[in-house]
């Protein structure tokens, strides 16, 4: 009988190919935490997909906990970007993220305001609304400068739970934030710090930052750590099937948590391999037909 990719027992993972059927064979409900960052479908030629998923007894596809939804949606259109329909690509794999969530679980999808709208009315259909928990603003102060528009500093982070009656969340254990206006607050509390908002400012991934890998897309790692020690235990799996340069990796290692990760890009895997193999618990390197990455 071939081994599986991955289960419950296996050291931490990097699993090398396409997400989708690798998630099909991974067991229900093994995750306590689920950080993904998707393409972001920013191609310069768009015309919008509009889409309104509402619950009906004759809906033309059922959802989990066994309601049906009707899905309407407007003229189909499609993106320069590398996937013709973003959400036909995207859908799948969150109703995969639902399922592979455990009960006190909690999914972290990352996204701009290019497409995050979309994204919530997806997600209360396959999660419920009940389910939805914050929408986290993560402001930066770097990048591009507009002169025509007000300047985009900002990305957008859904939180939906698996159970919104029974859910592990503990702010305690997260990182503070300096207050605004020390003066207005006692010398202990400006010493300590605030707990963080559902608006998280911190910067990029700055060029010279000693945690750059160069890969395009990296995330820094202070925002991971804060989704990790927030909404996991010690010893809890977490996952992340649009791996990029590994940062979920990094900080589930840093906080004692275990992880596993997902990506199909050769540069994405050799990233997190240097990233990673250098760590107090390297990962197992695995392609998704069984067999060991390539070095």
């Not at 007000?150 to 859904?158: E, F, S, V, Y």
């Not at 990029?244 to 596993?260: F, W």
């Not at 990506?263 to 067999?291: K, Q």
């Amino acid at each position: 009988m071939k081994e599986p990719l991955w289960s419950p027992t296996a050291p931490n993972t990097v699993i090398a190919g396409d997400n989708l059927p690798v998630l099909e064979t991974l067991p229900e409900g093994s995750f306590q935490l689920i950080c993904i960052d998707p393409p972001f479908n920013t191609g310069r030629v768009q015309r919008a997909q509009r889409m309104r998923t509402v619950r009906a007894a004759d809906g033309d596809r059922v959802g989990f906990k066994g309601h049906t939804y009707q899905t309407l949606r407007g003229a189909l259109t499609a993106y320069d970007d590398v996937f013709s329909d973003y959400w036909d690509f995207l859908a799948p794999r969150l109703e995969q993220a639902w399922r592979l969530l455990n009960e006190t679980g909690t999914l972290y999808l990352h996204l701009d305001y290019r497409e995050v709208h979309y994204a919530k009315v997806m997600l209360d259909a396959l999660f419920g609304r009940e389910c939805f928990l914050n929408e986290i603003i993560w402001a930066y102060d770097y990048g591009a400068r507009a002169k025509r528009r007000w300047p985009t500093k900002h990305d957008n982070i859904l939180v939906y739970v698996k159970n919104p009656k029974d859910y592990h969340f503990n702010n305690e254990d997260v990182d503070r934030e300096p207050y605004m206006a020390p003066g207005l607050v006692t010398p202990d509390k400006v010493a300590r710090g605030k707990l963080p908002t559902d608006v998280w400012w911190h910067t990029i991934v700055a060029p010279n930052a000693r945690e750059r890998t160069g890969y395009p897309t990296q995330k820094p790692v202070g925002i991971l750590k804060r989704m990790v020690a927030a909404s996991s235990r010690p010893g809890d799996w977490v996952l992340d099937f649009f791996a990029g340069s590994g940062t979920l990796g990094a900080a589930a290692g840093a906080l004692d948590r275990r992880y596993l990760l997902i990506d199909s890009h050769p540069e994405a895997i050799a990233v997190m391999r240097r990233r990673l193999e250098a760590t107090p618990t390297p990962p197992r390197f695995v392609a998704a037909e069984g067999e060991l990455a390539a070095s």
